[in-house]
């Protein structure tokens, strides 16, 4: 089976480990959830924890480190005592979340509709 060429688009097949990485990072429990808490500014570690429900201290900061690694996010470190961090979206975070929205939406749209799909699937009982 061969895949179609969408006009404008990558062929599927060209995907590789870089795109791989990508889509695995964005694509992980807790990325979209950070990346949507920073999207209206900067945030310290504290605010984050207790917007972002269930996300564990330990998880929001490998989260963190991997997103600015990444170039998504910024940490800033004040010089002052007790010390002070925020985080923001750079400017590719900032894509990110605008690409993240268009799914959010399409999802928020369909919701319904999956979720009537499941429900007849799942009353033909399993076909394998």
Not at 90 to 100: M, V, W
């Amino acid at each position: 089976m061969s895949a179609k060429a969408v006009p404008g688009r990558r062929n599927r097949s060209d995907m590789n480990c870089r795109v791989r990485d990508v889509l695995d990072r964005v694509g992980d429990k807790w990325t979209l959830a950070v990346i949507n808490e920073l999207g209206p500014g900067t945030r310290r570690f504290t605010e984050l924890k207790r917007n972002i429900d269930g996300i564990s201290q330990r998880m929001l900061t490998a989260t963190l480190r991997s997103l600015e690694r990444d170039g998504l996010v910024r940490r800033t470190v004040y010089p002052v005592v007790p010390p002070r961090v925020e985080y923001e979206l750079t400017d590719l975070g900032q894509d990110l979340l605008k690409a993240a929205w268009s799914l959010i939406d399409w999802a928020f749209d369909h919701a319904a509709e999956l979720e009537d799909a499941r429900v007849a699937y799942d009353r033909r009982g399993d076909p394998m």
